[in-house]
């Protein structure tokens, strides 16, 4: 298979003013200068690794410099390991051993005993006062059901029903029949996963993305394909272009997203882009999953139609939960899908499971139908909290750069240096737990960046950007240090 490459136009426009603001009069060599800014984008997730860059004459014109800037640019970036090359091929990006992430996955952070920690690394609600009612009331149906086995992996008609019903009221009609209740979307990505890949096999994801949804890949064997978001680029966000060309360079039959409220930066892809994605999934013939976990969440804008509202036949599943909206604890999701692949999934998940809790499914049946009353109160709690956030962050780290988005929970924001993972690893000791934003991306992208959820109230999310300061303040001496060395 052939490496995939990204073009000279797209890395010119990544590196923005890459001779700095005075215009590389300011004594450093401009092939330092362009191999300091392509070092950036790999470190931020913009030139994912394995890519091929351009080659030297492409890249040259576009940037207007001569072929021997770029080759000793590139050259400088070989040497640092940022660049591996081959015979007969392009220069693809790597990373150096010194700059490798320790390793993968969810990793719990333990607090110091003595004090309690505000915990940031989910972004997740508390309960609404609603659920114990709605949890009393399905207690009150469950006798009905207590006459079966009690185990269905199909889910209760009354929940798909429910579901069902949701997705027809917002214009994508929908039957009972295609939809199938899981233990949560991660559930139900993994079900998908399991059935419609096979080990190798390429999928599609954002950059920055869903960790779990990124491990969830690889659990099975294949390998994510990362395409790059742009927060810094209203109204092209998501790169459709870089989609439908990372589709056929990869040959990669499924790709995951997160176009309502992307998790972590709560960007929402415009309904053109909706129109556009879907056509892109035709033409490469290229199924997409798309997770709707956060969709009722939108603080800034109405809650976006149904990706799936836009296809023209079985191009575009979907995947949904209660655990954003409602509650984490809440483990109801389901998959919208042809009803021939729901029943090849079912055939999957007897290998796995026996179906969801029948009274979380009553309770979620319960919460479906005050709805619209409940999300109302939490938008309005989210938006308060979200501001409480942005305000504590100008006033103590002012230097930073959040990027709020329009939904969902979290903030996703710029460091002035790539400590991401040492801020995670001191920030324990100053009270606070965080992801590092290296957990987002694909191999050790995004070090200057951290997901900072607005899930709890107000007076804690200012006390944890106070003790984010606080440790970010103790680590200011090592990343004086990082900053000189990385620009020799």
């Known amino acids: 298979m052939a490496i995939r490459t990204v073009g000279a136009a797209t890395v010119a426009r990544d590196l923005g003013r890459w001779r700095g603001a ?13 191999a300091e800014g392509i070092r950036l984008l790999v470190h931020d997730g913009r030139l994912p690794l394995g890519v091929a860059l351009p080659s030297e004459r492409d890249l040259a014109g576009e940037l207007g410099v001569s072929r021997t800037t770029i080759t000793a640019a590139y050259a400088r970036l070989r040497e640092r390991g940022y660049l591996i090359s081959r015979q007969g091929s392009r220069s693809s990006i790597a990373l150096p051993t010194s700059a490798q992430p320790p390793g993968r996955g969810l990793v719990a952070t333990i607090a110091p005993p003595e004090r309690a920690a505000i915990d940031l690394t989910v972004a997740a609600l508390p309960a609404p006062p609603e659920l114990a009612d709605a949890y009393v009331a399905a207690v009150a149906e ?21 579901i069902a019903d949701r997705y027809t009221a917002a214009g ?4 009972p029949g ?17 059935a419609m890949t096979a080990p190798g096999d390429r ?35 998501w790169d459709l272009a870089g989609i439908r060309s990372a589709a056929r360079q990869s040959a990669a039959s499924l790709a995951y997203l997160v176009p309502d409220f992307n998790n972590p930066t709560g960007l929402c892809l415009d309904e053109a882009g909706r129109a556009e994605l879907a056509a892109i999934a035709r033409t490469t013939r290229m199924t997409i999953v798309i ?6 969440l939108a603080l800034d804008v109405p809650v976006p139609a149904s990706v799936a509202g836009f296809a023209r036949g079985a191009e575009v599943i979907t995947i949904g939960s209660t655990s954003k909206a409602f509650w984490g604890g809440l483990r109801v999701g389901w998959i919208r899908a042809p009803r021939p692949l729901l029943i090849k999934l079912l055939g999957t998940r007897s290998t796995v499971d026996l179906g969801t809790p029948v009274v979380d499914q009553l309770a979620a049946v319960q919460l479906f139908a005050i709805e619209d009353r409940l ?17 504590a962050l100008a006033e103590f780290l002012p230097d930073w750069t959040p990027a709020p988005g329009v ?15 040492a801020l995670a690893a001191t920030a324990p000791n100053h009270g606070v737990l965080l992801a590092a934003g290296t957990r987002f991306g694909v191999d050790g992208a995004f070090e200057r960046f951290l997901r900072l959820p607005f899930a709890c109230p107000e007076a804690q999310l200012r006390l944890a950007v106070q003790a984010i300061a606080q440790a970010y303040a103790a680590l200011a001496p090592a990343s004086d240090e990082l900053t000189a060395a990385l620009v020799r």
């Open 22 to 34: 005075d215009g590389g009069r300011g004594g450093r060599p401009a092939y330092v200068a362009l």
């Open 375 to 391: 999300l109302s109160a939490r938008r309005d709690r989210l938006r308060r909290q979200r501001a409480a956030l942005l305000g």
């Open 407 to 421: 939904g969902g929970i979290s903030a996703w924001v710029q460091l002035p240096t790539p400590v991401s993972s």
């Open 142 to 162: 469950l006798p009905a059901y207590l006459g079966t086995h009690g185990m269905d992996p199909v889910g209760t008609a009354a929940l798909r029903s429910a």
């Open 291 to 296: 997770d709707e976990s956060m969709r009722s």
């Open 178 to 194: 295609q939809v199938l209740v899981t233990l949560g979307a991660q559930h139900a990505l993994h079900l998908l996963l399991t």
């Open 203 to 237: 999928v599609l994801i954002e950059q920055p993305s869903y960790p779990n949804a990124i491990e969830a890949i690889r659990h099975v064997g294949a390998r994510p394909v990362p395409v790059v978001l742009r927060p810094d680029d209203p109204g092209n966000e």
């Open 172 to 175: 994508l009609p929908t039957e």
